[in-house]
Structure formats: structure tokens, C-alpha cells
């Protein structure tokens, strides 16, 4: 069985300061990982995805995450944080064995951002 | 813009009352969804379709049910079997089988309890 957990389940920063959101994975398998951010009242939006290529993923709005095998780990960071990018983030992997590639979610990370 | 719809946004059911909700891509994806989202929780899977006329279900099927009569369509009913309908309901769907694809959401439909 796979797993995912956001180890901060809000995070408050200032504009213009680091953003970093921490995710580990539990997966037997190689697994695919992504973050999606979700605005109040709307869908999730793919942030960035990971899927066994490069470890540094690069994702829209200037987010990335580093895919570190060893620390079973997926965090996502952003050099500087904007007012717009306050929403809930959630940490996902996908189930390798599942004909339909099965999605696990995270609990959720609010972000909030101060002026 | 290609995209998935889902209407309505809210949604209100009586007792006993069965409700229906929609959802339409226009992505020409295979593969379809929906999710259940209650608050401080992640999605949980209620039903997916790999391809017309074959749906499986997820982990919360319960009183709920799904039809898939054309590719780019798979409406949710919330029957009165399901005692807790009160969530945000998202649908979603994805290119092609595998554990690859992302998957891409609609922007949910709220459902509350008169």
C-alpha cells in the first residue's frame, strides 16, 4: 500500500519570502508523484509532476520539487512567495500497479501568505 | 478552451431525494473520475471509468452511482443511500490510462442538506 504525508497541515510566510511545503511518500514500487494547488471553492490545478526523469522537477508559478529517493521525500519550495499563491497544496502519488494509475492524496497544506 | 464542466456549483438535496451531478470534458480523455472532498481531509475516490460503458468502483462507492453512455460524459447520482452527502464534489479525467497521466478537475460542485 502507498501513502502520502504533508507534515505541516497549514504554513504562513511573508511576501516575498521562501515557500516550502514538505511531502513524504510511502510506495513499494517507483512511484509517480505530483502537487496540485486548489483555490477556495475551485478544482485542483497540476502544479508539477515527477514520473522517474529528472529529480529537480520544475513546475508553473515558479514552483519546483526535489524527488530524493533516499528521504522518501517530495517537498515543494518557491524562492519567493506571492500574495496570489495562497491556497491548499496537496502532495499526491500515483499507485504503479493499478491499471488506471490509482491517486493517493495528501491531508492538505494551507498556505497563507502575509503582505 | 478544452476543460471540464461540472454543474451545478451548489446543490441542495432533501430527505430521501435522490440528485444528479454533471460532468463534461472536452479533452477527448479516456479516462474519468470523481472525488469526495471534505474538509481537512484529501480526496477519496467514489467511482472511475476507464472507457464507455465500464465503470469500477472506488474506495467510497456507497450509495452512490455512476453511468458512462458516452466518452466525454459520466454524471454522478447522489441516491438517499448515502447518509452523509454533505461534501464538495469533484470530477476529473485523464489522458490515457497509467500512472503517468495526471489527472485534470473540474472546479466541483457543492452539495448541502436542506
Known amino acids: 500500500a502507498q501513502s502520502v504525508t504533508q507534515l505541516d497541515s497549514h504554513v504562513s510566510v511573508s511576501e516575498g519570502t521562501p515557500v516550502l511545503l514538505r511531502c513524504n511518500y510511502s510506495s513499494s514500487y517507483s512511484p509517480s508523484l505530483f502537487w496540485y494547488v486548489q483555490h477556495p471553492n475551485k478544482g485542483l490545478q497540476l502544479l508539477l509532476k515527477y514520473t522517474s526523469a529528472a529529480t529537480l522537477v520544475k513546475g508553473i508559478n515558479g514552483f519546483e520539487a526535489e524527488f530524493k529517493k533516499s528521504e522518501t521525500s517530495f517537498h515543494l519550495t518557491k524562492p519567493s512567495a506571492h500574495m496570489s499563491d495562497a491556497a491548499e497544496y496537496f502532495c499526491v502519488v500515483s499507485d504503479p500497479l493499478t491499471s488506471y494509475g490509482k491517486l493517493t492524496f495528501g491531508q492538505g497544506t494551507i498556505l497563507t501568505v502575509h503582505p | 478552451d478544452g476543460g471540464i464542466t461540472q454543474s451545478p456549483k451548489y446543490l441542495f438535496r432533501k430527505e430521501g431525494q435522490n440528485v444528479t451531478l454533471s460532468c463534461e470534458q472536452n479533452l477527448n480523455h479516456d479516462a474519468m473520475y470523481w472525488y469526495r472532498q471534505d474538509p481537512g481531509q484529501g480526496l477519496r475516490l467514489i467511482y472511475y471509468s476507464q472507457i464507455v460503458n465500464d465503470f469500477q468502483k472506488g474506495d467510497i462507492a456507497e450509495g452512490y452511482s455512476v453511468s458512462r453512455e458516452k466518452k466525454e460524459s459520466f454524471p454522478l447520482t447522489v441516491t438517499s443511500a448515502q447518509k452523509n452527502p454533505t461534501a464538495f464534489y469533484l470530477c476529473?479525467?485523464?489522458?490515457?490510462?497509467?500512472?503517468?497521466?495526471?489527472?485534470?478537475f473540474g472546479d466541483g460542485t457543492r452539495l448541502s442538506i436542506l
Open positions: 476529473a479525467s485523464s489522458e490515457r490510462q497509467g500512472r503517468v497521466q495526471p489527472q485534470h
